[in-house]
């Protein structure tokens, strides 16, 4: 079974308007941290959020928040403001406490439209 | 250096080709992942490791995979006889501690290797 799971695998995005990016998870770990990273076409992978399991808020950095629902197993990023810069591929990770690895979803590619 | 740096940027290898790939983590980073990224996909794990140990190696396709961190800096992916599902974006990413916590994983530009 696919540990993280993102639904979209492309969406358009109105500049200045904000888009909310899904990711759903499956972990038995009680202890875990939720990831998202940005992939530009240059192909690095840059770091945006990072929500952990035992957060009691939902974790916001500038534009970005991450809409945490631990009960429905759901960490979806919110952009809000949407720049043409944010055209890119996204990525939902997870670390279970068990190990030290990030296991990746399958992405979303984001277009932002002038 | 300032972040993770990996060469080559590009390689092309012919079909049963040995290839090596290096990563260049960043000064101090105790933890060194490895992933292999198929085009249109999200990374796939390949290994980890801590300081020079390698500590799980569960996501090697095959054994002609390997991988090795003899001083605990700088890493090398190997790949004996390349075949084309081995084409593919690897990645290399570092971080400072160990496990648990809110630590930030450093990626690298990643290493695009073509198998022709």
């Known amino acids: 079974a696919q540990k993280i799971t993102q639904t979209q695998p492309g969406m358009f995005v109105q500049e200045k308007e904000a888009v909310t990016l899904d990711c759903t998870y499956d972990t038995s770990d009680p202890s875990y941290g939720l990831f998202w990273y940005k992939q530009p076409s240059s192909g690095e992978m840059i770091f945006l959020i990072y929500q952990g399991s035992y957060d009691q808020q939902n974790a916001t950095e500038g534009r970005y928040s991450l809409n945490f629902q631990k009960a429905r197993k759901s960490a979806n990023l919110v952009i809000s403001a949407s720049q043409l810069g944010d055209s890119a591929m996204y990525f939902c990770?997870?670390?279970?406490?068990?190990?030290?690895?990030?296991?990746f979803g399958g992405g979303t590619r984001v277009l932002v439209k002038p | 250096g300032a972040g993770v740096s990996q060469s080559p940027r590009y390689k092309v290898a012919k079909r049963g080709q040995d290839v090596a790939l290096r990563c260049d983590p960043i000064?101090?980073?105790?933890?060194l992942f490895w992933y292999q990224q198929a085009l249109g996909q999200g990374p796939e794990f390949l290994t980890y490791f801590q300081n020079e140990a390698q500590l799980d190696k569960s996501g090697l396709p095959s054994d002609r995979f390997f991988a090795e961190r003899p001083e605990g800096s700088v890493s090398t992916l190997k790949i004996q006889r390349t075949q084309q599902e081995d084409s593919a974006v690897y990645l290399c990413a570092s971080s400072l501690v160990g496990p648990g916590g809110n630590y930030g994983y450093t990626f690298g530009s990643g290493t695009r290797l073509t198998v022709v």
């Open positions: 000064s101090g980073h105790v933890s």
């Open positions: 990770a997870m670390r279970e406490a068990a190990g030290n690895k990030l296991t």
